[in-house]
């Protein structure tokens, strides 16, 4: 299989399966000399993990983190830094009576028609749980930015039709809601909703905002290797994205050019815009302004509700699929996002560096 790799400078490779031995990463090219120790990761995989909520699956995982390499007294060494997180609450038999039918909306058919074969153990490679090793990657990948002075933030943006009003965004009720979302009172109505789909059986999805503060301008490739296009191209790649929006997204193809432009103004002896139309982000390079993006998430595919299907046989069937699942993944999948985005800033910025004369001369002199 291929494509398990990410990024140019700052590489990450996943690796591992939802029900076997472990999961993981190697992380290629994180420069040497950054304070770094399991607990700064495991921070952020206590935020993804199962079974912290009534909204989530309950399936029951530490999900502890352990550096195998990269890392001594303390600080990165600037060779591969390989990251392992053990599976410890593998049901396989859960999922034995799958191994004859294709689930609608997960990826079993997808895989069965590419490779012939297929891990039925709750998705194999492409469970949810492969997002540990981007997670895991993303804790580093955020720790160096945090150095630079750029900070992310993702959050759930609404649950079904359930939206938060950004008059009352409260940071740390992203950390304390079950949904994460920012606002205390839109969580309450978003958990209601998914007491009423839990009861039909049924699953919801939502979107995922994410904010990036600090970051200067003129990070980004102009042509192929666009800011946002490569921003959209990591958050696609997580499995339950359908659609990624940068800035105002979709809105802006209802409106006139003298309705979307950002203007430019000077505060001080810096280039501002008074609006962010664009998300932080012209011609695929930074405007030195919030980069602002947002992830479609779909509605859990695994749900008790009956679906027809086919078998391996070709046979037209109906299933109720069993197992824990979680009624949405939005809440879960917030940190996955941050992290994927954490990742391509990181690695933009290090392409960067070769961009002009002065950048090398300032490393290694005249």
């Not at 304070?35 to 399936?59: A, W």
């Not at 009003?165 to 839109?186: G, S, V």
């Not at 978003?190 to 503060?213: F, N, P, R, T």
């Not at 958050?235 to 800035?247: D, F, L, Q, T, W």
């Amino acid at each position: 299989m291929s494509g398990s790799s990410y990024g140019k400078l700052f590489k990450i490779t996943t690796w591992g399966e939802s029900h076997g031995k472990a999961l993981g990463v190697v992380i290629d090219g994180c420069p040497a000399g950054l304070p770094l120790s399991e607990d700064d990761i495991q921070i952020f995989l206590d935020r993804r993990k199962p079974g912290k909520t009534k909204i989530s699956t309950p399936r029951k995982e530490d999900d502890k983190v352990e550096i195998l390499s990269g890392v001594f007294e303390g600080k990165t060494t600037g060779t591969p830094i390989s990251l392992i997180v053990h599976n410890t609450s593998q049901r396989s038999s859960d999922y034995s009576e799958i191994a004859s039918y294709y689930r609608p909306g997960h990826a079993d058919y997808t895989f069965d028609a590419k490779y012939g074969f297929r891990d039925y153990r709750g998705g194999g490679r492409s469970s949810a749980r492969e997002t540990i090793g981007r997670v895991a990657a993303g804790a580093v990948a955020s720790k160096l930015l945090n150095t630079l002075g750029i900070h992310l933030c993702a959050y759930t943006k609404s649950i079904g039709p359930v939206g938060i009003d950004e008059n009352k965004f409260n940071p740390q009720a992203i950390l304390d809601t079950p949904t994460c979302m920012p606002d205390y009172e839109a969580s309450k109505e978003a958990e209601a909703y998914l007491a009423e789909c839990m009861k039909d059986y049924d699953s919801a999805g939502g979107v995922i905002e994410c904010k990036i503060e600090g970051c200067p301008a003129g990070i980004g490739e102009p042509v192929f290797d666009k800011l946002d296009s490569d921003i959209a191209k990591a958050i696609m790649s997580i499995g339950a994205v359908k659609a990624v929006e940068i800035g105002d997204g979709i809105q802006v193809s209802t409106r006139r050019g003298s309705e979307n432009n950002d203007s430019f103004v000077m505060q001080g002896d810096k280039v501002c815009k008074s609006t962010n139309h664009a998300g932080g982000i012209l011609g695929g390079i930074s405007d030195g302004d919030t980069i602002i993006f947002r992830a479609h998430i779909k509605p859990t595919p695994s749900i008790f509700k009956k679906q027809q299907t086919v078998n391996n046989k070709g046979e037209d069937i109906e299933i109720a699929i069993k197992g824990r699942h979680d009624p949405v993944v939005v809440p879960r999948a917030v940190v996955v996002v941050e992290a994927m985005a954490a990742i391509t800033l990181l690695d933009a910025m290090l392409v960067n560096m070769g961009a002009r004369v002065e950048n090398l001369r300032k490393v290694y002199g005249e």
